[in-house]
């Protein structure tokens, strides 16, 4: 399994990938699944994959060829603009689907891949998509600036609570390891090392990209610190009404009913 | 969709539950997932369900029915034990299914429900079973203290960082309702209003049960209080080596290559 986050906001876009790769359980390997494209001083182009890692490869390589040989091709060299950039790549990896298809549908085995594309290419805006498996692509907005693929629902929650157009871009890069960190915790098939990649709006060039390894101080540091505010968030939540002094001194003298039939809601 | 959730520590049982039934997006209603059963004085159950709905008030109605109707059937009255308790709702499951199974397979409609049985039957510890759309059971431990059916993705990292089989009933209720509202705001199908039943060991009848609807004060209070905790705890978590001031003069002065260089994973 695998877990990617594409998060889109004013100053700029984080990319952030877990590393775990498995063809079963007792074949767990560790594959980069962030893919930086920098063809020319124009434009940058962040690819994050979830899917069949053979599809995977093969859609990267092609994009790769494409760039090295680009007379009369399609390519993110010759895209105007990012969705047209999203929509090569969706042709790129239908493409590659449908020559394996038949053999790997007889073997019972999806070669579905699910990509995110962000970037962006002067003069236009920086943008985040979802690239389906089926090549189609929906767009990161201000209300939703986010985007994620592969085992997507433990770590959405603290994205709901926290995630905002606003929030600037080493807030999105703590925020986006919180989410990672959370998936792991739920699902031992994503898994550090974690990549990071951080792109300031009109620089056309990566801000930062780093890679936080399971034992690394960083990592445990924050991974502490989140626990322990969790747990001191969750102290300090309301108290029930019957958990007062005054509540359960008055239920010790029958001045009241005890809370099962006070709240009942038969 | 449904959410519920039991949990399982040292000093009895949480039993939680979203209310929301939707057949299709636009016939959405209100039914409660929780069944209390106290058949005799020494023995109660909290029976919590997730999946379809006739299936379930079928069950529910014949549990009912084997406790009016106790001679020579097995029953909730008749368990000796919690496994008996369990084995005996899986059967009742299982053959409600297997009635409805060829007509509801023709209209493609699944009939499958799961569910989570808690309780204590005296001379018995109290514990915490899920059963599952096939009739068999697992049992909730002291290592993993909570049993999930429904909707459990979005719920559950805040469980496994929490958790532990010592945490008292009344913060137990709290993280309950905690993990059904980040359900709820990562998937509108899960809904309150929520339902909650306490459980406290060798007392043979629930020490509260109640109903928090979407716009009651406590919910509201709870969820405030729970974002502004996870947005305190985020704005603590440990800055990256490059926002530091130090950094930032060294790179300024050239002294050092800019983070994207520096770590680089390729």
Redesign the interface.
């Known amino acids: 399994m695998t877990y990617c986050l594409g998060i889109c906001v004013k100053d700029g876009m984080l990319f952030a990938s877990d590393s775990r790769t498995n063809a079963g359980v007792d074949y767990v390997t560790s594959y980069?699944k962030m893919h930086v494209f920098n063809p020319a001083p124009d434009r940058l182009f962040v690819i994050l994959s979830a899917g069949n890692l053979a599809t995977t490869q093969e859609i990267i390589n092609i994009i790769q060829r494409d760039i090295d040989y680009p007379s009369g091709v399609d390519s993110l060299l010759s895209a105007r603009y990012l969705f047209e950039a999203a929509d090569y790549v969706g042709r790129v990896s239908q493409q590659v689907q449908q020559q394996h298809n038949s053999a790997l549908q007889q073997a019972g085995v999806s070669g579905e891949v699910s990509l995110i594309i962000g970037g962006q290419i002067q003069g236009q805006p920086h943008g985040l998509m979802l690239i389906y498996p089926q090549g189609n692509h929906i767009e990161a907005s201000k209300s939703t600036p986010y985007l994620q693929i592969g085992e997507t629902?433990?770590?959405?929650?603290?994205l709901?609570?926290?995630l905002s157009h606003d929030l600037p871009l080493?807030?999105c890069?703590?925020?986006a390891l919180?989410s990672l960190s959370?998936?792991t915790?739920?699902n031992i098939t994503v898994g550090p090392p974690y990549?990071l990649s951080l792109y300031r709006t009109d620089e056309f060039?990566?801000?930062?990209?780093?890679?936080f390894e399971e034992q690394g101080d960083?990592l445990i540091?924050?991974q502490q610190?989140?626990?322990?505010?969790?747990?001191?968030?969750?102290s300090?939540?309301?108290?029930?009404?019957?958990?007062s002094t005054e509540y359960q001194a008055a239920l010790e003298l029958n001045q009241i009913e005890?809370?099962?039939s006070i709240?009942?809601?038969d």
Request: charged letters at 25%.
């Open positions: 980069s629902k433990y770590g959405k929650p603290v709901d609570r926290v080493n807030d890069a703590r925020l919180v959370s998936t915790m739920s990549e060039q990566l801000a930062s990209r780093c890679k960083y540091e924050l610190a989140w626990t322990n505010g969790l747990i001191q968030s969750f300090n939540l309301p108290r029930f009404e019957w958990e005890n809370p099962a709240e009942n809601i």
